[in-house]
């Protein structure tokens, strides 16, 4: 299974963006999907999960302004982030869990706020 992120881009602070996730396959194959994020010079991080079930768990720092969601006929998994922040400048990478444990990546997209 392969993920494709997009969605990324330069953004002013208080804008929005929306990530999509695309896999390969079914995304149910997977227990959970998920967004993280890394900035230079910090480990990556969890932004926000879905699980096969569709119960939804966000990062502190997020809550309240980023949702994740998904498409399962279109077998996608989006972050749709309101009110952004210099601080939530980032490269964003998508992430799937099976049941098993195996972890597969998308490549990251990079999200930049700035004025």
């Known amino acids: 299974v392969q993920l494709q992120a997009s969605g990324g881009g330069l953004v002013q602070p208080g804008g929005s963006l929306r990530l999509s996730c695309a896999a390969s396959?079914?995304?149910?194959?997977?227990?959970?999907m998920g967004w993280y994020r890394q900035a230079p010079g910090n480990e990556r991080e969890l932004v926000a999960t879905i699980t096969s079930g569709g119960s939804t768990n966000y990062a502190g720092s997020i809550k309240g302004r980023f949702t994740i969601s998904r498409d399962i006929f279109k077998n996608t998994v989006y972050l749709q982030m309101n009110s952004l922040k210099p601080e939530d400048t980032a490269v964003y990478y998508c992430?799937?869990?099976?049941?098993?444990?195996?972890?597969?990546w998308g490549q990251g997209t990079q999200v930049t706020v700035s004025s």
């Open positions: 396959g079914s995304i149910l194959r997977f227990k959970a």
């Open positions: 992430n799937g869990v099976t049941p098993r444990g195996d972890n597969y």
